[in-house]
């Protein structure tokens, strides 16, 4: 059975408990209390952006200074949205000196002018087979162009270090040019946060196109 029958049958037995003395009674209240909603969201907007976020800083002291949604939550403009808000709020933020170091492999990857997108793939350096199928399929940045010619599509898989697949991942660099590879990253699963900061440092030092 279905949850609308079931919801359907419910309310039956419910109306039906009700005797009818009951249903007068409940009736206006039902309207008194739709009636008051209305007249208080036109009176007084539930979501006033000049008044205090109750729920936000219920308990203010000197050190808030955000307790408005206006304050809060500035209104998006185009300028806020621009490529260029977004430059100059990175370089804004404090410097801090990297401790990651890039192999050879990594050296010159990002060569275009322009990147629209950035397609970057955390990968084990023994999942070779894996990386193929993902250049074939999903991540085919010439069957993408094909679909997306004014785009520019860019494709990089950041793998680990791994001694046994150092001649192979060699020469998958050499033949596809996305590898990118860190020389002090563990492998365990634990630090895939630093990975993920590695790619970012990547995009900022050798892909800022």
Known sequence: MSFIKI????????????????MIILIPF??????????????????????????????????????TWNNHF??????????????????????????????????????????????????????????QSIRRTWANTNLLQIYFPHLTIKLLFLVDIDTKSREKIILESNYHNDIVQVIN?????????KRESALYEFVLNKCKQ
């Open 185 to 193: 990253l563990p492998e365990q699963y634990e630090y895939v946060t």
């Open 74 to 131: 500035p209104t998006i403009t185009e300028q806020i949205r621009s490529p260029e808000s977004y430059e100059q709020l990175l370089l804004s933020l404090p410097k801090v000196q990297s401790s990651f170091q890039f192999n050879n492999l990594t050296f010159q990857q990002c060569t275009e002018q322009s990147i629209d997108l950035l397609v970057f793939v955390i990968s084990k350096c023994s999942h070779a087979s894996i990386r």
């Open 30 to 67: 039902i309207l008194l209390f739709v009636m008051y909603i209305l007249y208080s969201n036109r009176t007084n907007q539930l979501c006033d952006p000049a008044k205090p976020l109750w729920w936000f800083c219920s308990w203010p002291d000197p050190q808030t200074t955000v307790c």
């Open 7 to 22: 919801l359907i049958n419910y309310f039956q037995q419910r109306i039906r408990i009700l005797s009818l003395c009951r």
